[in-house]
């Protein structure tokens, strides 16, 4: 069985499709295609049924994406450690990161792995919670921070640290930036209008949670899935929004907004760091956690 034929029909299962296993093998469709099939035709079977939105595992193709993966991570981790002979320690490393913390960690984490870990290679993927999810569960990503992530079979989860949710509001025209707006109940805040991510954002059901303990569910004018189009429609008077202050970062004009503590004690949610189960981590990605564990703390919390 050869490998490269094996990376290739993993990537097409994972992702589902060969137009976006190509793009991001960097091979051309029809030499992608054409391996897959000549992999088809020495196991004697068909691995992938093509249809008009992608490709789809067979039965016989999930067995083979199961042991494929492991096969390829195997190779993986024998190269990695034949490659600390050399010195140093090498590998990829792929990251997921919510886009408000990616605003503040990207820099910082990219810098400190280039100096501890020079023979190895970082990719940073921003995204929601649940793409993220989705990607430690296909082996696109190795590492993701997620919000509020629940407990699973398939997970391992490490609390990381807690950020506070604000309000945000657009800044009323003459409203000087200090001294800031005190702080709003969450009873107050359950009957304002509010542009909100879609189900099952980490953001969101934990809002809903929250209320529901004190008897209120949120006022929803909007769901939009995205940080900076939620902070333009605040901006255009479409509602308010619960985010973090690390996402309110995001925005072109902070000083557009205003930017309140929710509750007291003020409303969190906890940010944790999360590997899969499925696939025992490399010296790489050990190391890049611990990165994680000592940076994280320092730039998210206090941004």
């Known amino acids: 069985?050869?490998?490269?034929?094996?990376?290739?029909?993993?990537?097409?299962?994972?992702?589902?499709?060969?137009?976006?296993?190509?793009?991001?093998?960097?091979?051309?469709?029809?030499?992608?295609?054409?391996?897959?099939?000549?992999?088809?035709?020495?196991?004697?079977?068909?691995?992938?049924?093509?249809?008009?939105?992608?490709?789809?595992?067979?039965?016989?193709?999930?067995?083979?994406?199961?042991?494929?993966?492991?096969?390829?991570?195997?190779?993986?981790?024998?190269r990695d450690d034949l490659g600390r002979l050399r010195?140093?320690?090498?590998?990829?490393?792929?990251?997921?990161?919510p886009s408000s913390v990616a605003r503040v960690l990207t820099?910082?984490?990219?810098?400190?792995?280039?100096?501890?870990?020079?023979?190895?290679?970082?990719?940073?993927?921003?995204?929601?919670?649940?793409?993220?999810?989705?990607?430690?569960?296909?082996?696109?990503l190795d590492i993701a921070l997620l919000y509020n992530a629940q407990?699973?079979?398939?997970?391992?989860?490490?609390?990381?640290?807690?950020e506070d949710l604000l309000l945000v509001q657009a800044r009323p025209p003459g409203l000087p930036e200090d001294p800031p707006p005190g702080p709003v109940a969450l009873m107050d805040v359950a009957a304002l209008p509010l542009v909100i991510p879609t189900r099952p954002n980490a953001i969101r059901m934990h809002v809903e949670a929250q209320m529901a303990d004190i008897g209120a569910r949120p006022t929803v004018a909007l769901e939009i899935?995205?940080?900076?189009?939620?902070?333009?429609?605040?901006?255009?008077?479409?509602?308010?929004?619960i985010l973090s202050r690390n996402a309110l970062l995001n925005s072109h004009r902070p000083s557009a907004y205003t930017a309140r503590q929710i509750g007291a004690p003020p409303l969190r949610i906890r940010l944790c760091l999360v590997t899969s189960l499925q696939r025992?981590?490399?010296?790489?990605?050990?190391?890049?956690?611990?990165?994680?564990?000592?940076?994280?703390?320092?730039?998210?919390?206090?941004?």
């Not at 299962?13 to 060969?18: H, P, Q, R, V």
């Not at 490399?282 to 941004?303: G, M, N, S």
């Open 107 to 140: 820099v910082p984490l990219t810098r400190a792995f280039r100096e501890a870990l020079p023979q190895a290679h970082l990719s940073i993927s921003e995204g929601l919670s649940g793409g993220l999810q989705e990607g430690l569960a296909t082996g696109r």
């Open 225 to 241: 899935d995205g940080v900076s189009s939620i902070l333009d429609l605040v901006l255009d008077g479409a509602g308010c929004a």
């Open 1 to 78: 069985m050869d490998l490269k034929q094996l990376e290739y029909f993993v990537r097409v299962a994972e992702l589902g499709s060969f137009t976006r296993a190509a793009i991001e093998l960097d091979v051309a469709q029809p030499a992608l295609s054409r391996q897959v099939r000549l992999l088809e035709v020495e196991l004697r079977q068909t691995l992938l049924v093509r249809n008009g939105r992608g490709a789809v595992p067979t039965e016989a193709g999930t067995i083979l994406l199961e042991h494929g993966r492991g096969i390829l991570h195997q190779v993986q981790r024998a």
């Open 151 to 162: 407990p699973s079979r398939e997970l391992d989860i490490s609390p990381l640290l807690e």
């Open 87 to 97: 010195g140093g320690v090498s590998g990829r490393v792929a990251v997921g990161l």
């Open 280 to 303: 025992p981590a490399t010296p790489v990605q050990k190391a890049t956690l611990d990165l994680i564990r000592e940076i994280a703390p320092r730039v998210v919390a206090h941004a």
